[in-house]
């Protein structure tokens, strides 16, 4: 009778951590879901700018440094590749910590290499013409920025008490982030 | 100790990624008046998408749907930013 509810108790609890699971996965997605739409509005919008003001664009580019941004590029490239080393199924949560701690210090270096580069376009944006494209440009790479910075923040904390779920979530999210900056990238400074 | 396969494939796919990193650096900086360049410039960037997604997101043995809407997303943003610049010429 005992080895009986015994088991019947594993099979409930087993099903409670199975639901769990599926609903932090699912809220998970709607947060991924949420920071792409609004990434995808707001690049949409600078393209549409672009179409709009086409040669004050074509001008206020000229001041952009896409060296620092490609440089900016490898470094999340790194973070993320960290990232995906912590999140490895056979990766204790204990031996995650480096690779965390390497991907949150990847992250804090592209917020640095990216101030350096602001104080190098700041002094562009004088000219009425060139607000229109540094403004909508402080915007979308700001907000990118201030999601590196709180990312980077989030995955020091993960890897001072590192567990599995916590791993799997932020790493997704950041990985988002890694996602949303490869496609900013040319759109804003390329093509 | 050997490497487990999944640290050794993130490995590939992390060298992958920067290569593709630095070719779309170099067209887009020695090659930029050739025409298309523009067009690989955003197709290396959607491969780059589509690997992080597949391995960094290890995607590969998940539902398609998932990765599928990743993809779109990525793609949409970036035929947007090819078409844009193949009417922005009209518009100057």
């Not at chain 1, 769990?20 to 792409?36: M, R, Y």
């Not at chain 2, 990765?67 to 997303?73: H, I, K, V």
């Amino acid at each position: 009778m005992g080895a009986r509810y015994s088991i019947c108790m594993s099979l409930i609890d087993d099903t409670l951590r199975e639901a769990e699971k599926e609903e932090g996965e699912l809220l998970l997605w709607i947060l991924v879901w949420s920071e792409l739409a609004i990434f995808g509005a707001l690049l949409t919008g600078f393209m549409v700018m672009s179409l709009l003001r086409p040669e004050a664009f074509a001008a206020a580019r000229q001041h952009l440094s896409s060296g620092f941004a490609a440089l900016n590029t490898v470094i999340l490239l790194s973070s993320g590749w960290q990232a995906a080393l912590a999140a490895r199924r056979r990766t204790t949560p204990l031996l995650a910590r480096r690779p965390l701690i390497c991907a949150a210090l990847l992250g804090v270096a592209f917020v640095g290499v990216k101030i350096v580069e602001y104080s190098g376009e700041i002094g562009f944006t004088g000219t009425e013409v060139a607000l229109a494209l540094f403004e909508l440009y402080f915007l979308i790479t700001g907000f990118h920025l201030l999601h590196v910075l709180f990312g980077a923040f989030i995955l020091l904390l993960i890897a001072w008490r590192p567990s599995q779920d916590n791993i799997h979530l932020m790493t997704t999210l950041w990985h988002a982030i890694d996602l949303i900056w490869l496609v900013m990238f040319p759109i804003i400074y390329l093509a | 100790m050997n490497p487990t396969p999944r640290r050794e494939m993130l490995f590939r796919t992390f060298f992958a990624l920067i290569a593709l990193a630095i070719c779309g650096a170099a067209v887009a900086t020695f090659a930029a008046n050739i025409p298309g360049a523009i067009a690989s410039v955003l197709v290396l960037a959607f491969l780059k998408a589509r690997l992080l997604v597949l391995d960094f997101m290890a995607m590969r043995d998940r539902p398609g749907v998932l990765s599928f809407t990743l993809f779109l997303w990525a793609g949409l943003l970036l035929t947007m930013a090819l078409a844009r610049s193949l009417i922005l010429p009209a518009f100057t």
